[in-house]
């Protein structure tokens, strides 16, 4: 459920190569969690929406399934095996939205945009909106977001959506995974977040 590509304003924007985006992910996650939960009290949660139906809209199932191998503690919805997608969005967002320890909620979504921002993974405050690139009238997701610029947009969505590269969008998809896990584990130290553990990446 693609977005469109909104990365002005950004609280951070990099390419998946650039030596220091793991850094910049966890940072900037990290600010913005404790922006919007300045007494540290609400839960993380991530909502990583898509399909493994086409390769340019499995980024936020791959993100799930990576983080579901680095680490047990994080509460994580959407992955290969049971992904969040048009039919059961709503559904999960009333479920989470209805706890009464109100969770943060950071959500995860492949997005299309120009030729020279593919590769390019955006941090924004706010919440996106899954399925507008394939005109698609869904829910707005987050408190705040992370989405990945996989293909080109402008004409024929679909069909990109199945000519793009899964090399790209996995490699996206882990390092996505790794900068969410590197900021869990330094955010854990807070009331109301699960206690961090030791994680070796593979």
Same mark, same amino acid.
């Given at each position: 459920?693609?977005?469109?590509?909104?990365?002005?304003?950004?609280?951070?924007?990099?390419?998946?190569? @650039?030596?220091?985006?793991? $850094?910049?992910?966890?940072?900037?996650?990290?600010?913005?969690?404790?922006?919007?939960?300045? &007494? =540290?009290? %609400?839960?993380?949660?991530?909502?990583?929406?898509?399909?493994? %139906?086409?390769?340019? &809209?499995?980024?936020?199932?791959?993100?799930? $399934?990576?983080?579901?191998?680095?680490?047990? %503690?994080?509460? !994580?919805?959407?992955?290969?095996?049971?992904?969040?997608?048009?039919?059961?969005?709503?559904? !999960?967002?009333? @479920? /989470?939205?209805?706890?009464?320890?109100?969770? !943060? !909620?950071?959500?995860?979504?492949?997005?299309?945009?120009?030729? @020279?921002?593919?590769? =390019?993974?955006?941090?924004?405050?706010?919440?996106?909106?899954?399925?507008?690139?394939?005109?698609?009238?869904?829910?707005?997701?987050?408190?705040?977001?992370?989405?990945?610029?996989?293909?080109?947009?402008?004409?024929?969505?679909?069909?990109?959506?199945?000519?793009?590269?899964? =090399? /790209?969008?996995? %490699?996206?998809? @882990?390092? /996505?995974?790794?900068?969410?896990?590197?900021?869990?584990?330094?955010?854990?130290?807070?009331?109301?977040?699960?206690?961090?553990?030791?994680?070796?990446?593979?």
């Amino acid at each position: 459920m693609l977005s469109k590509m909104a990365d002005r304003n950004a609280q951070a924007s990099f390419h998946y190569e @650039d030596p220091r985006s793991l $850094t910049k992910l966890q940072s900037s996650v990290c600010s913005l969690f404790t922006s919007i939960n300045t &007494d =540290y009290s %609400r839960p993380l949660v991530f909502i990583n929406i898509g399909t493994d %139906r086409a390769t340019g &809209d499995c980024l936020g199932p791959l993100v799930g $399934t990576r983080l579901r191998s680095l680490s047990s %503690r994080m509460e !994580i919805y959407g992955s290969l095996e049971h992904p969040v997608h048009a039919t059961n969005l709503e559904e !999960i967002l009333e @479920d /989470i939205n209805n706890r009464p320890d109100r969770p !943060i !909620i950071g959500a995860v979504d492949a997005c299309l945009g120009n030729t @020279d921002r593919i590769g =390019y993974i955006n941090v924004r405050a706010g919440s996106l909106k899954p399925g507008t690139a394939l005109k698609k009238s869904l829910p707005e997701v987050g408190d705040f977001h992370i989405s990945g610029v996989v293909n080109v947009g402008g004409f024929f969505e679909h069909l990109v959506l199945q000519n793009t590269r899964l =090399y /790209i969008v996995y %490699r996206m998809a @882990d390092l /996505i995974a790794k900068g969410l896990y590197l900021a869990f584990s330094q955010l854990s130290r807070y009331p109301g977040m699960n206690q961090p553990f030791n994680q070796k990446f593979d």
